[in-house]
């Protein structure tokens, strides 16, 4: 069997992560045979409707890399979807659940506390994009968050109605489907669905007229919102600063702010999912920080504890505090690995400057894929921000989305050894969320390969 070995600079030995070489390595095709055998497995033991992107099943990880069970090593510009933001099985992380775990593993917050748990909450209180005093309750994942969100939001104004956007993805419990937009593959036959939940047309810059400004788009979603419920029954507006499932759609400038100044006006309390976005993605702690909007409430996940699953809802003092006590918990929230992993993650974010990290990626990312669009008419949009990047994917000329040609592209990729996902409500985006701290020579690498796969020709990474 041969083996392909990818160093961008051959002449400098590749960085090493947690025992793994960042360099992409195929010894077998992509997925090899033992992989194989382990999808027959699978198959035949878990349940069919839990989706699978690329299965190449994984032994071991760190850095950007996937390391399979038939040796080959993947570039991962994934990070199980935006979840290991400082890389995987980053040493301070790992030392920090280890030594967690040796002292114990589960007590249940709401029985015997410990302080991991406040520890964490301090800390989010000082990194979220909510003004004055905070409150936090910690959960297992990110739908849970948002289900939380809303149950808050409807205890500290006494309303009931919950206002969302289109393309909007919040998760699949019963509430959180409701509230996603996209039928196929999280809604149909689910149903039927939590009430009160208002959709209102999203800031979508490639698919709105050409022209309209973010204030215009807000005024848009306020008019839908009001006429469908009217601003006095609406206990919070839940909005993703950029969409991330919904295909990494980012409103044009002035669509937040006006959304909450609205939202401010009419006692509205506004929500941030900041599940997908949060934790130096975008290139700022949280992506509301771009527009120095502040919200009521955020939700966190993912990135929060680098692969620990670990949720919360953030907020301020006295929207949190309307809840009467016993109102808010479960058995797991806020588990003490998974806090002591939120510490060493939040630490990373700071001492190697995260967010730094992620604009770097972007100035080398987006000029690349920019170049790309000459030699890949489909390429209607390239956008995101900081190191959540996407290219929508159009019959050239046209709006109208190619989703056969994101999953030739998604398939080329994987097929090279690296790991791209697809996302959007029409399948035709491809996104990019590397780990922050991923090697420059391992992004080039990769960044290369998604080039060839948009274009058909090999060419550099910049
Ligand atoms: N809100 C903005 O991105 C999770 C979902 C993958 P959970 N996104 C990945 C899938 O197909 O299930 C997400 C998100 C935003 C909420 C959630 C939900 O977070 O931890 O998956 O429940």
């Given at each position: 069997m041969t083996t392909v070995t990818v160093d961008a600079d051959p002449t400098r030995s590749p960085a090493v992560v947690a025992g793994v070489e960042q360099v992409r390595r195929l010894r077998t095709a992509v997925p090899g045979p033992v992989s194989l055998r382990l999808r027959e497995r699978r198959a035949a033991a878990v349940a069919a409707g839990v989706g699978m992107v690329l299965p190449a099943f994984v032994?071991?990880?760190?850095?950007?890399?996937?390391?399979?069970?038939?040796?080959?090593?993947?570039?991962?510009?994934?990070?199980?979807?935006?979840?290991?933001?400082?890389?995987?099985?980053?040493?301070?992380?790992?030392?920090?659940?280890?030594?967690?775990?040796?002292?114990?593993?589960h007590t249940c917050f709401m029985v015997t506390p410990y302080e991991g748990y406040v520890a964490v909450a301090e800390r989010l209180g000082g990194l979220?994009?909510?003004?004055?005093?905070?409150?936090?309750?910690?959960?297992?994942?990110?739908?849970?968050?948002?289900?939380?969100?809303?149950?808050?939001?409807?205890?500290?104004?006494?309303?009931?109605?919950?206002?969302?956007?289109?393309?909007?993805?919040?998760?699949?419990?019963?509430?959180?489907?409701?509230?996603t937009a996209k039928a196929m593959p999280y809604k149909r036959g689910f149903g039927p669905f939590a009430g009160e939940v208002y959709r209102a047309p999203m800031s979508y810059p490639f698919r709105d007229p050409a022209g309209l400004t973010g204030e215009?788009?807000?005024?848009?979603?306020?008019?839908?919102?009001?006429?469908?419920?009217?601003?006095?029954?609406?206990?919070?507006?839940?909005?993703?600063?950029?969409?991330?499932?919904?295909?990494?759609?980012?409103?044009?400038?002035?669509?937040?702010?006006?959304?909450?100044?609205?939202?401010?006006?009419?006692?509205?309390?506004?929500?941030?999912?900041?599940?997908?976005?949060?934790?130096?993605?975008?290139?700022?702690?949280?992506?509301?920080?771009?527009?120095?909007?502040?919200?009521d409430l955020v939700t966190v996940a993912k990135g929060l504890a680098d692969g620990m699953p670990l949720a919360g809802v953030v907020g301020r003092a006295e929207v949190m505090d309307a809840v009467h006590a016993g109102g808010l918990g479960?058995?797991?929230?806020?588990?003490?690995?998974?806090?002591?992993?939120?510490?060493?993650?939040?630490?990373?974010?700071?001492?190697?400057?995260?967010?730094?990290?992620?604009?770097?990626?972007?100035?080398?990312l987006r000029p690349a894929l920019e170049a790309a669009r000459e030699h890949a008419p489909g390429i209607g949009d390239v956008r995101g921000?900081?190191?959540?990047?996407?290219?929508?994917?159009?019959?050239?000329?046209?709006?109208?989305?190619?989703?056969?040609?994101?999953?030739?592209?998604?398939?080329?990729?994987?097929?090279?050894?690296?790991?791209?996902?697809t996302c959007g409500t029409y399948g035709n985006v491809i996104r990019l969320l590397p780990p922050l701290t991923i090697d420059p020579a391992l992004l080039a690498d990769g960044t290369a390969v998604l080039v060839e796969a948009l274009t058909g020709r090999a060419g550099s990474a910049a």
């Open positions: 032994e071991r990880a760190g850095g950007a890399v996937l390391v399979d069970v038939d040796g080959n090593s993947l570039v991962d510009l994934g990070a199980g979807i935006a979840v290991v933001n400082a890389g995987h099985a980053h040493p301070r992380v790992v030392a920090a659940v280890t030594e967690q775990a040796e002292a114990f593993l979220v994009p909510v003004d004055g005093p905070t409150r936090t309750v910690l959960l297992s994942s990110g739908a849970e968050a948002v289900e939380n969100a809303v149950k808050i939001a409807r205890a500290a104004t006494g309303r009931d109605a919950v206002a969302v956007f289109d393309h909007a993805y919040h998760g699949r419990t019963n509430l959180t489907m409701a509230m215009e788009a807000a005024e848009r979603a306020v008019r839908s919102l009001v006429t469908q419920v009217g601003a006095e029954e609406l206990a919070c507006l839940v909005i993703e600063p950029i969409q991330g499932e919904g295909g990494f759609v980012e409103p044009a400038p002035g669509f937040l702010p006006a959304l909450a100044a609205w939202c401010r006006d009419h006692g509205v309390l506004l929500v941030a999912d900041e599940i997908q976005t949060g934790f130096a993605r975008t290139g700022d702690v949280f992506a509301l920080d771009h527009e120095g909007v502040r919200a479960g058995t797991y929230g806020g588990n003490p690995v998974a806090c002591a992993a939120a510490l060493a993650s939040a630490d990373v974010m700071t001492e190697e400057d995260l967010p730094a990290r992620a604009r770097e990626i972007e100035a080398v921000r900081g190191a959540m990047l996407a290219v929508e994917l159009v019959r050239p000329g046209t709006l109208e989305p190619d989703a056969a040609e994101a999953a030739r592209v998604a398939r080329t990729c994987h097929e090279a050894g690296v790991v791209v996902l």
